[in-house]
């Protein structure tokens, strides 16, 4: 079974940019979908954006024209860009796949903060 490992999370201030990554422990060619959700303090878990394999792309209004998901099957890995930060996107940050069963990494905490 694939392990998910997420990485890159961190503190950064409003307006900046951070590259998460998620790297599976092996082939994720075979998972079909993707993503990212995201958890803040004291709040519901939050979808934030998916990618299939055949590269169907979809983001949360939340995060539209701000994050780019990308996925590197020849690396195992899935990114999550994320440019213009606000402090709202302050979260921890997991990652999934969707396939015949379903994986979750870890997560990885990110701060928005001045």
């Known amino acids: 079974q694939v392990q998910l490992v997420e990485s890159g999370g961190g503190l950064v201030q409003p307006g900046g940019s951070l590259r998460l990554s998620c790297a599976g422990s092996?082939?994720?060619?075979?998972?079909?979908?993707m993503g990212w959700y995201r958890q803040a303090p004291g709040k519901q878990r939050e979808w934030v954006a998916h990618?299939?394999?055949?590269?169907?792309?979809n983001y949360a209004d939340s995060v539209k024209g701000r994050f780019t998901i990308s996925r590197d099957n020849a690396k195992n890995t899935v990114y999550l860009q994320m440019r213009s930060l606000k402090p709202e996107d302050t979260a921890v940050y997991y990652c999934y796949g969707r396939g015949a069963v379903g994986y979750w990494g870890q997560g990885t905490q990110v701060t928005v903060s001045s």
């Open positions: 092996g082939s994720i060619a075979s998972i079909y979908v």
């Open positions: 990618i299939t394999s055949d590269g169907t792309i």
